[in-house]
């Protein structure tokens, strides 16, 4: 028996198929990879049952240049395959923040407002 994992990867409009995304799905640890999909956004992932049971929970991340998105699902029994999970994407464009900027930028924020309430507080 197979598990069947299946759907379509979409821009941010939930319409507009996209071709070429990397599809990574993990059922159980296990990840098996689709390297692009379909010219109407569509890929397909098989896995065996021991791998993949019925109310295993897979994730789905499809990433496409700048843009990715991911989705997680419950892989449930089928009358046409023994268990399946259809999970669409939709993916838009991902902006990364450096670790290091975004703390020294917080850091120096929270102190501001901290000096600044002091000075208040002095004030009164």
């Known amino acids: 028996d197979i598990a069947l994992i299946t759907g379509k990867v979409t821009l941010e409009d939930h319409v507009t198929p996209v071709q070429g995304a990397s599809v990574d799905v993990e059922c159980n640890g296990i990840v098996k990879n689709y390297p692009s999909t379909l010219s109407d956004g ?5 896995y065996t049952e021991e791998d993949c049971d019925d109310e295993s929970l897979v994730t789905v991340t499809a990433t496409k240049d700048s843009m990715a998105g991911t989705n997680t699902g419950i892989v449930q029994n ?47």
């Open 42 to 46: 569509t890929y397909a992932v098989v």
């Open 78 to 124: 089928d009358d046409n395959f023994e268990t399946l999970a259809i999970l669409d994407i939709n993916i838009a464009v991902i902006n990364v923040a450096i670790p290091e900027f975004t703390s020294v930028t917080a850091l120096v924020a929270l102190l501001g407002v901290s000096a600044f309430m002091v000075y208040r507080r002095n004030q009164e």
